[in-house]
Structures are given as C-alpha cells and as structure tokens.
C-alpha cells in the first residue's frame, strides 16, 4: 500500500512540529511548504536525519511549490501569523485572510480531492474563507480548534483533580475565542460527573482559563503562540481521517440546520473517518450552554461579516 501523502502549508511553529508528529507515528509522507525560501527545506533535511535514530521512513520534502503538493491526501493549514501580547485572534483577520485566499488558490488547483484541516486564526472565519474559496464539499474541510481547547479543559481539571487526563472526558464547542463553550453537563471523570467532584466557583475558574488559554501561552512566550498542542490536535483528526478512526471529536464544521444553526463553521462534535467529515454529532446541552453556544455563533458570524469587508475594502 502506498503511504499517504500529507501537506503542511505552513512551515513555521506548528507547521514544523506536525511534520515531526506525522513522521514520528509514521501517518505518511510528508511536504512542507512555505514561502520563506529554505525554512521548509531546512526543517524537512532536519526531520529526515532524525529518521534512522527514531526509525521512521516516511519520506519528507521541504518546498516553495505547490506543484509538489500534487496528490495530497491532507493538507494541514497554519499559514499566517501567530499573535503576540496583546493581540486578540480576531486581530488577525486581515492579514491572515489574504494568505488564506492564497492557499486555497493553491489546494484547489495542485490537491483538489485533500481532506483540509484549517488552523489559522482567526480559525472560525479562515475555514469558512478556504470553503469558500476552494469550493470543496463541506466534508473536506474543517477547522481544529475544540480539540485543543477539550484538551486544555480536560488538562486543568486532571491537574486539579491529581487524576490522569486520559481519566478526563470533556468537549469544548463553539468559536475558537473568548465565548467557547466548555460543556460542563458532559465532562466526566472516570465516568462521574465533573460538576460531583469540583464546586461550580472552581469549575467556573478553570473554564475561564481554558477560554485564555492560548493567550496565556502568547503571553509567556512573547514571540509566537502555542504550537505542540495545536500540532498534536490537527494530527489527531488527520489521523482520523487517514485510518478510518469514525472518531467523535470537537471540530470547526459546517452546520446546516445541526443545533438549530445554519451556514456557518462553528465547534461542535464530528465523526471523522476516511469520509472526512461524516456526521455531526448532536449533543444534550443545557439551556445555558445552548445559549452560550447560540451567542458563540453570533460572534463567528459578526467575524466572517468584518472579514467580507476586509477582502472588498
Ligand atoms: O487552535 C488553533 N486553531 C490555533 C492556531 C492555535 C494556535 C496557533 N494558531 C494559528 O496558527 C496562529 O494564530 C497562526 O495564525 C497559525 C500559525 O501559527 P504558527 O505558530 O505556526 O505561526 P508561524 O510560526 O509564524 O508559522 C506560520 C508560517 C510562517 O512560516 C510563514 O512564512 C508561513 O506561515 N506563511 C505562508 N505559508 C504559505 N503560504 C503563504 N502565503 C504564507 N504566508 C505566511
């Protein structure tokens, strides 16, 4: 069987990390591109004179073409500029919205059957552009940004609780920014409900946190964002994808009509499998969290309007 074949468009902090990631659980071959001459094809020498202590084999291409990203089965997305102090996500959306009409330009020419996994921020409004602008089947694009603030939420309880995380089940919905949705009705430990081993003052305290999160790693690192977490998220659905995993994870997906929504990309459950985006999977929300969920989307739709505004202007 051939290997598959994964694109990195963007081969910065994240972009350099997921190559890593990919070769290391052997998910396929691998081509980062970027614009900046020699940093894709400085890292990809790098990452392969790693193969034979490591013991992978996958091969590994650094590029300025798009041309050698022809026959991707994926392509990951984190062109664009991260944050720095002081920066919100939204901040972003001009500069980061240019890049992204470019790359779709270059997804849909060289790799027009990839399963596209879209991280740059402002993520709400960059995966509704490629949509957009690729013109690819709902199921083939989907934004990663609940599975990193799941996995964040579930961090902070575990480190509060002295349990292990993988003992944390928990989903965060909604946009990636300040009114995420962390669905405390459904986050378990060990199978008992969170809101039985943590009081609400606590709860509400962790659940704010995890909604800054990503901006208390801008603040401490002052030059860029996180990016082993966001790498780790974005090579767990694209591992879902690649084996078939039919794994339920929380992901930026189009919604028609799914939680009374419709027409927008908004974090809710997906089933992944070698179908791309299969189902969305709807949960039992309390009214509370519905609402959150609600304004949420308000928000995702009020940034994909600015950014419209951004591209005529
Ligand atoms: O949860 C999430 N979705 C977010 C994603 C979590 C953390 C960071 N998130 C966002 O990912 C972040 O706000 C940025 O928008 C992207 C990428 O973050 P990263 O930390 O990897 O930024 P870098 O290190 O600056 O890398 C971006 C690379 C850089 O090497 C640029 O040269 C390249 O993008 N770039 C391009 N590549 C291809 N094509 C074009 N046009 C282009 N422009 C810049």
Known sequence: MPRAKIALIGAGMIG????????????????????????????????LEAGPIEGYDVLIQGTG?????????VCIVTAGVPRKPGMSRDDLLGTNAKIIRAVAAGIRQHAPSAFVIVLTNPLDAMVTLLKRETSFPKARVVGMA????????R?????????????????????HGDDMVPVRSACTVGGVPVSRLLPGAKLDAIEARTRQAGGEIVGLLKTGSAFYSPAAAAIQ????????????????????????????????????????????VEMELTPAERDALFQSAGHVRELVEAMDRVLKG
């Open 237 to 280: 659905m694209a591992d879902a994808y690649l084996n078939d995993r039919k794994a339920v994870l929380p992901c930026a997906a189009y919604l028609e009509g799914e939680y009374g929504l419709r027409d927008l990309y908004l974090g809710v459950p997906v089933q992944i499998g070698a179908g791309g985006v299969e189902r969305v």
């Open 65 to 73: 073409s798009y041309q050698d990203i022809v026959g991707a089965d």
């Open 146 to 153: 609940g599975v990193l603030d799941s996995s964040r939420y």
């Open 155 to 175: 961090t902070f309880i575990a480190q509060e609780l002295k349990v292990s995380v993988t003992s944390v089940a928990a989903m965060v919905l909604g946009g």
């Open 16 to 47: 350099g990390t997921l190559a890593h990631l990919a070769a290391l659980k052997h998910l396929g071959d691998v081509v980062l591109f970027d614009v900046i001459d020699g940093l894709p094809q400085g890292k990809a020498l790098d990452l």
